[in-house]
């Protein structure tokens, strides 16, 4: 679409309105009485703006969701980030704050799916449409697919949106395309546009729901390799795209689960110290406001809660004085903060350590009113892959956290599919044997390691473990349901489908958590080579 041709198409069309004049009550200005649109309030005089200024508004809500999705496209900002700091800015809050976030987060999932749909509707590569227009075509196609907007109303507003922040040429080029993408039914477009399922049943999941095609095939290999039907995959993607309940973590010793539901929390599905949060920003309850409680995954508390309560009985490592813990990839605090809060519990004292300077800074407000309270929780920023030769055979519990592709965590940050690539993987893999020696090389005789990832995929979970076990044979892997389970509500740790073991695999499709994946493996006490428990090869 030519945007001269645009402009000038504009400006006959403002020579129309002008001779429409007398009909539509307006003045010699432009001006329009308010109250005369048939809004039934009274006419309190006419309009300060011309018409041409009055098209080029829309809701905050739609700046807020634009705004957020430009910044992940352009600045690679974390969409849980960005959000809350365009909301406060807008002042939006309420419906508005939720129609926002609903958008934003909406269209992020659906991208893929999005452009389909959109590139249906154009001549051209979507690789040739402006990257600021693309984004307002996605927030519009999704009102119109997924959010059953009325589609006058998503139409409308989302053309006065792109008048706005792209211009009348672009605006006319967006209306063109979103009139074409509310002609069909969403089945009709999925009938369009995504292959037929029984030619192509990756490529038909990948455009149902939203996935690069290389990670549906990805987490279908990985659900078979941990046991599991690859038939779940379809439930598994639709998981992945359903906005998560608010999980919230009580600081152990800092309050309890009273205190939160007087504060209007309830009991977390699972965790022993997990609560939810019906909905919105749970910031002002005075526990999280002063740092006894925080917002968490229950997967992620889970692992933290697997070595800190459920490795009791697997730890048998000898020290004296008071036993000595170690944090290995402790940013952003999360854990390190369930761990540390656990840790005088067991006599014991934390040290914790992060690469990114920034990073450890978040890790020290993430235990600060832990340490307040007499926990011995020390940060250092360091590299975990050298703090095996550093400190070997000196720590008694170890947890390894390792960086990780996250494609356990898409509920949470659903940016991450379309940055992430296969070749991420490869590079994420070595870094991940890497940290795990040095996890291992740092553990004291009897000494426990939880190797943990918020990725499911195979080549940073079992392949991993594996890889380095064949490499050591002063190393056995233990069985990590009973631990897991130790995280566990007792009246629900029967009913808790953990796997097949000896590794925990978590899925958001069958424990409503993260993806998370727990191995726990244990230094020989003797030095003598390791035989693997009965039952529990190496997984």
Not at 130 to 138: C, E, H, N
Not at 285 to 312: K, N, T, Y
Not at 421 to 435: E, H, K, N, S
């Amino acid at each position: 679409m030519n945007p001269q041709r645009d402009d000038h198409r504009g400006r006959r069309e403002d020579r129309g309105r002008r001779e429409d004049r007398p009909r539509s009550g307006r003045d010699a200005q432009g001006r329009e009485r308010s109250g005369s649109r048939g809004q039934g309030g009274p006419r309190r005089g006419w309009s300060s703006s011309r018409p041409s200024e009055r098209s080029r508004t829309s809701t905050g809500s739609r700046e807020v969701a634009y705004e957020a999705l430009t910044a992940v496209r352009e600045d690679d900002a974390y969409a849980n980030l960005v959000l809350p700091r365009l909301l406060r800015r807008h002042r939006l809050s309420g419906r508005d704050a939720a129609f926002a976030t609903e958008m934003f987060y909406g269209s992020l999932r659906a991208q893929g799916r999005l452009d389909a749909i959109i590139a249906a509707c154009i001549d051209r590569s979507l690789d040739e449409v402006d990257g600021a227009v693309l984004d307002v075509m996605r927030l519009g196609a999704y009102q119109l697919v997924d959010m059953g907007v009325a589609p006058h109303a998503a139409t409308s507003e989302t053309v006065a949106l792109a008048r706005s922040v792209v211009g009348a040429g672009a605006a006319s080029f967006v209306n063109a395309v979103l009139r074409r993408v509310g002609e069909r039914t969403p089945e009709e477009w999925i009938q369009k546009v995504a292959p037929d399922p029984e030619k192509d049943l990756v490529g038909h999941l990948a455009v149902v729901h939203s996935h690069p095609t290389w990670i549906v095939r990805a987490l279908g290999d990985a659900l078979a390799g941990h046991g599991r039907d690859r038939a779940e995959l379809a439930d598994l993607l639709d998981a992945q795209n359903r906005a998560p309940a608010v999980s919230l973590v009580m600081r152990p010793g800092l309050t309890d689960l009273d205190e939160m539901i007087e504060g209007g929390a309830g009991r977390g599905k699972l965790s022993i110290f997990g609560a939810t949060w019906p909905s919105g920003d749970p910031g002002g309850m005075d526990p999280v406001r002063q740092g006894r409680a925080a917002v968490q995954d229950e997967g992620s508390q889970l692992m933290a809660l697997a070595l800190g309560l459920g490795a009791d009985d697997l730890v048998i490592a000898e020290q004296e004085g008071p036993a000595e813990w170690l944090d290995l990839c402790a940013g952003p605090g999360g854990k390190t903060a369930l761990l540390g809060g656990l840790a005088p519990g067991h006599d014991a004292e934390l040290l914790a350590i992060e690469v990114q300077p920034h990073r450890t800074v978040l890790v020290d407000r993430a235990v600060e009113t832990l340490r307040e309270a007499g926990c011995e929780i020390i940060t250092r920023t360091a590299d975990g892959t050298t703090i095996g030769r550093e400190m070997p055979g000196h720590f008694t519990r170890i947890l390894a956290d390792v960086p990780c592709s996250g494609l356990g965590a898409l509920r949470r940050r659903p940016e991450s599919r379309w940055r992430r690539t296969p070749g991420d993987i490869g590079q994420l893999a070595a870094l991940q044997r890497d940290l795990l020696t040095s996890a291992l090389d740092a553990a004291a005789p009897g000494g426990v390691v939880a190797y943990v990832t918020c990725s499911p995929h195979l080549a940073e979970t079992r392949l991993v473990v594996a890889d380095v076990l064949k490499r050591r044979d002063d190393i056995e892997q233990l069985d990590a349901r009973p631990a897991v389970a130790a995280g566990i509500h007792p009246d629900l740790q029967d009913e808790v489908d953990l796997g097949q073991g000896p590794s925990v695999q978590l899925w958001p499709h069958v424990h409503g958590t993260d993806a998370m994946f727990i191995a726990l493996l244990r230094k020989n006490p003797t030095g003598d080579p390791a035989t693997p428990e009965e039952g529990h090869p190496a997984s």
